[in-house]
């Protein structure tokens, strides 16, 4: 069945059966920019990990979304940018283009790193409402 993500159903139920406090939200922001990015790191998170579509860029696109530009600059001069990265179907999956060459497009257009991944990550949309 195409489109059927079975890895992501399987991280899915491991998370329920095993870690179910992973899957509800610590902190919820109605916007990038109301996140405290030094408060975090004051806490003593280590890195920030950013969805692209819909967090920040229109999907599949490879502009920063200008109101969250600020948010994003914000934290890779707090956490330093090689602790600010992206993890995105449309850019790091190895599923999209060979070599990852959405990634590294990516990445000189945005100036962040994205990670790459060999299979789709599952999205838990429920859990992620910004408001």
């Known amino acids: 069945m195409k489109g059927l993500n079975l890895h992501g159903v399987s991280s899915f139920v ?7 406090k992973l899957l509800i939200p610590h902190l919820s922001v109605k916007d ?3 996140i405290p990015f030094a408060e ?3 806490m003593g998170f280590k890195g920030v990990v950013f969805d692209k579509d819909n967090t920040l860029t229109v999907p599949y696109a490879r502009r920063i979304v200008p109101h969250v530009s600020d948010a994003l600059r914000d934290s890779q001069r707090i956490f330093g940018s090689d602790r600010v990265v992206i993890f995105s179907n449309s850019a790091g999956s190895s599923d999209d283009l060979p070599d990852f060459a959405e990634a590294a497009i990516v990445e000189t257009e945005l100036k962040v ?5 060999g299979v789709k990550v599952v999205v838990f949309r429920s859990s992620m409402a910004y408001g």
Not at 113 to 117: A, C
């Open 32 to 34: 990038l920019n109301d």
């Open 14 to 20: 491991h998370a329920v059966t095993r870690s179910p």
């Open 40 to 42: 975090l790191h004051a």
């Open 113 to 117: 790193n994205v990670l790459r991944h």
